[in-house]
Nanobody, 125 residues
Framework: QVQLVESGGGLVQAGGSLRLSCTVS????????MGWFRQAPGKEREFVAA????????YYADSVKGRFAISRDNAKNTVYLQMNSLKPEDTAVYLC??????????????????WGQGTQVTVSS
C-alpha cells in the first residue's frame, strides 16, 4: 500500500514563505508523477502544481505561477512545494497525490491513484 505523508504547513503572514514536503512509502517512487492540490473551506479541491517522474517537467495553476515551485528528490521519495509571496487566498489544506499511469502528470485530481491526508496552510493578512 502506497502512503503519502505531508508536512511543513503552518501559519504565516502574507508575503511570507513555506516549504511543504510529501514523503511517499514505496520502493518505486520514480515511477510516479506527483501533484499538489489544495482545498479551502467551502470550495472544491483545485490543482496547484505537478511534476513528472524524473522532475524534468513541471506544471502550475495560473494562480500560483511565479510564486510556487514544485520539485522532487527521488532518492528521498519526497516531493516539495516551495511557496513564496503567500497571499491570504492561498489558505487551504494542501494535499499531495501520486499517479502511476499517466505519462504526463495529471492536473485533474480524479486521475491520481493515491492521496495524502493534507497539511493546513494559513496565511494571515
Amino acid at each position: 500500500q502506497v502512503q503519502l505523508v505531508e508536512s511543513g504547513g503552518g501559519l504565516v503572514q502574507a508575503g511570507g514563505s513555506l516549504r511543504l514536503s510529501c514523503t511517499v512509502s514505496t520502493r518505486t517512487f520514480s515511477r510516479y508523477s506527483m501533484g499538489w492540490f489544495r482545498q479551502a473551506p467551502g470550495k472544491e479541491r483545485e490543482f496547484v502544481a505537478a511534476i513528472s517522474r524524473t522532475g524534468g517537467s513541471t506544471y502550475y495553476a495560473d494562480s500560483v505561477k511565479g510564486r510556487f515551485a514544485i520539485s522532487r528528490d527521488n532518492a528521498k521519495n519526497t516531493v516539495y512545494l516551495q511557496m513564496n509571496s503567500l497571499k491570504p487566498e492561498d489558505t487551504a489544506v494542501y494535499l499531495c497525490a501520486a499517479d502511476s499511469y499517466a505519462s504526463r502528470p495529471p492536473v485533474v485530481g480524479s486521475e491520481y491513484d493515491y492521496w495524502g491526508q493534507g497539511t493546513q496552510v494559513t496565511v494571515s493578512s
